[in-house]
């Protein structure tokens, strides 16, 4: 797969951007605040529709266009598949009434190939793997970042899981409401009912498909973690659901099930969890009520991670947290590759200058034998001559993109594909 060519209008700190990008590696390069991260988000919310940094999506939109009649941003991309199919794809911000973007409200119209789509139909056009800086800081994050994480992998590669995630949402808020209204009034079992059975039926298949990523997960670092460490030792990601799962609690390994942690099994038993799920809903009856909030199910769920068995959401040293996050995004990059057929885009934001040697070696050998990578750096000083010699560099520049000056020469005898960094 392959971003070919990206238009941006008013999108943050581009007011105008025609640019063409060509396989391999292009290196967004320039000083702060020029526009670096800006320019991946804007692909980024091309494949998902979401921004990963603006808390509200007015934010996207160029500062000065509040004083254009109708204040708007446009993000449009051409992606060329495997196939030989190309893809326009094209989103539009757009403010209301209200036109001051510090408190407007915006409406998003998203096109494929011309024709107007939901959010969810345009999940899937674009695959890419997104490195952000604070993405080494996973296994220390909120449970909440770390669903996130595994929303944004199985969104992109599985329609039906991103239309259950989606309803599931949706059904935990209005069902939220309903067990508030039985404050006011009486419970009323039979109302709640057909909240809990559309609630079971999303949910389950969220947790299932999440354990079955998580099985793969494990299949992939297995290889991935003892590369990047040259030491022997086991990471494990272990599913934790709020419900108790006997599939998901098993464990032969006995000092993650002192932790109270499963072995997810590679195929997830749908009707197991949606049975033990009805069950749970059913024991927590009078508690649901009393808080007045759906208080089980895959909108609570954790991912943990264990190295040999011990706990990394307690232990991990910083390093070990660093390296399970750039385990799990080359294993990401193998998993989308697996499960969609298409090489994804990947894109970083900055994320080698915060690695040390062996690690950004592992993470230049991905970028150099993916189909594309757009990658931001500050410093060419992260990179190797031979890696800055196959990246094409472009220079960033307020908002500006241009074809840098900087050329590095290959290394005599190196052709195109092959690498020779070591791990
Ligand atoms: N809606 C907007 N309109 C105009 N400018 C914006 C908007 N949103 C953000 N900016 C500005 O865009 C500039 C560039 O931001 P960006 O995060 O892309 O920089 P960067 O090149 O990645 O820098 P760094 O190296 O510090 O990460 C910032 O100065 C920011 O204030
Ligand atoms: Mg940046």
Redesign the pocket.
């Known amino acids: 797969m392959l971003i070919s060519h990206l238009a941006l209008s008013n999108f943050?700190?581009y007011p105008h951007l025609e640019i063409d990008f060509a396989p391999g590696i292009t290196l967004l390069h320039?000083?702060?605040?020029?526009?670096?991260?800006?320019?991946l988000?804007a692909i980024f919310f091309l494949a998902t529709a979401r921004s990963p940094h603006a808390g509200a999506e007015r934010?996207?939109?160029?500062?000065?266009a509040a004083s254009e009649p109708i204040p708007f941003a446009r993000v449009e991309a051409k992606v060329e598949r495997a196939s030989g199919q190309t893809i326009d794809l094209e989103i539009v911000l757009v403010t209301g009434e209200e036109k001051d973007?510090a408190t407007a409200r915006v409406s998003k119209r998203i096109k494929v190939n011309g024709v107007n789509k939901r959010a969810l139909d345009l999940l899937g056009n674009l695959n890419v793997v997104l490195f952000l800086p604070e993405d080494l800081d996973l296994v220390f994050g909120s449970p909440g970042d770390r669903r996130r994480y595994l929303d944004t992998t199985l969104s992109q590669i599985d329609p039906k899981y991103s239309r259950a995630l989606s309803q599931y949402g949706s059904i935990v808020e209005q069902r939220n409401a309903l067990l508030k209204e039985f404050r006011e009034r009486s419970y009323n079992a039979a109302e709640l009912e057909p909240w809990n059975n559309k609630l079971v039926e999303n949910g389950a298949y969220v947790m299932a498909r999440r354990a079955q990523a998580i099985d793969s997960y494990n299949n992939l670092v297995a290889e991935i973690h003892p590369r990047l460490t040259a030491e022997h030792k086991v990471l494990k990601l272990h599913y934790q659901p709020t419900i108790p799962i006997e599939a998901f609690t098993q464990n032969d390994d006995a000092s993650a099930r002192q932790l109270g942690l499963g072995i997810t099994p590679p195929a997830a038993p749908l009707e197991q969890i949606s049975a033990a799920f009805k069950q749970q809903l059913a024991d927590l009856r009078t508690k649901e009520v009393g808080a007045a909030l759906t208080l089980v199910g895959p909108h609570r769920d954790d991912l943990r991670f264990t190295i040999d068995g011990v706990d990394m959401t307690t232990y991990a040293s910083r390093g070990q947290g660093r390296t399970i996050a750039v385990a799990l995004k080359l294993a990401e990059i193998e998993l989308m590759r697996a499960e969609t057929g298409e090489e994804p885009v990947l894109l970083l934001?900055?994320v080698m200058s915060e690695l040390d040697k062996p690690r950004r070696a592992a993470l230049a050998h991905a970028i150099l034998n993916a189909h594309q990578a757009i990658l931001?750096a500050?410093d060419l000083d992260d990179f190797t001559e031979e890696f800055l010699g196959r990246a094409k560099i472009l220079k960033?520049n307020d908002?500006k993109v241009e074809a840098s000056e900087m050329r590095v020469d290959v290394p005599e005898g190196k052709s195109e594909g092959e690498s020779n960094v070591p791990f």
Request: glycine share 16%; aromatic share 4%; hydrophobic share 25%.
């Open positions: 943050r700190n320039g000083n702060n605040a020029q526009g670096k991260t800006n320019l988000e934010e996207l939109i160029h500062f000065g973007l934001d900055d931001s500050t960033v908002g």
